[in-house]
């Protein structure tokens, strides 16, 4: 994700290489952020299926105590569970679009102006 924000000072004489073009617009760099989200997202749900897998293996070849394999298996469950609701979070995240602007807002949602009460 890019930072916003106050720039960082470098030492003197150090070169330093642009990170991004300055003329950028909020939807490139919306759609940057969105990409780093989304793989951030796989990552996550990889890492999760992987642990997984490893404790319902560790649990199906009754490596410790029935009550600690019992204890994997269902731990294993709950992370598939976690995973898959990872996996919506990163399909919303995909079809997510930016905001509006403000200077572009719909003039259809815009608040209409309240009546005076009768008194």
Not at 1 to 27: I, N, W, Y
Not at 80 to 89: H, M, T, V
Not at 98 to 110: D, I, T, V
């Amino acid at each position: 994700m890019l930072r916003r924000g106050k720039p960082k000072r470098a030492r003197r004489g150090t070169v330093l290489q642009e990170t991004f073009d300055l003329r950028m617009d909020q939807h490139d760099i919306f759609e940057i952020d969105r990409s780093h989200v989304v793989a951030q997202l796989r990552i996550i749900r990889r890492a999760i299926n992987e642990g997984a897998e490893e404790m319902e293996m560790v649990a199906i070849e009754k490596v410790f105590v029935n009550s600690v394999s019992q204890a994997l298996t269902r731990t294993a469950r709950k992370l598939y569970q976690l995973a898959e609701e990872l996996s919506g979070l990163h399909r919303m995240v995909e079809r997510a679009q930016p905001p509006e602007e403000p200077g572009r807002s719909n003039p259809k949602s815009r608040p209409r102006p309240r009546r005076k009460a009768r008194g």
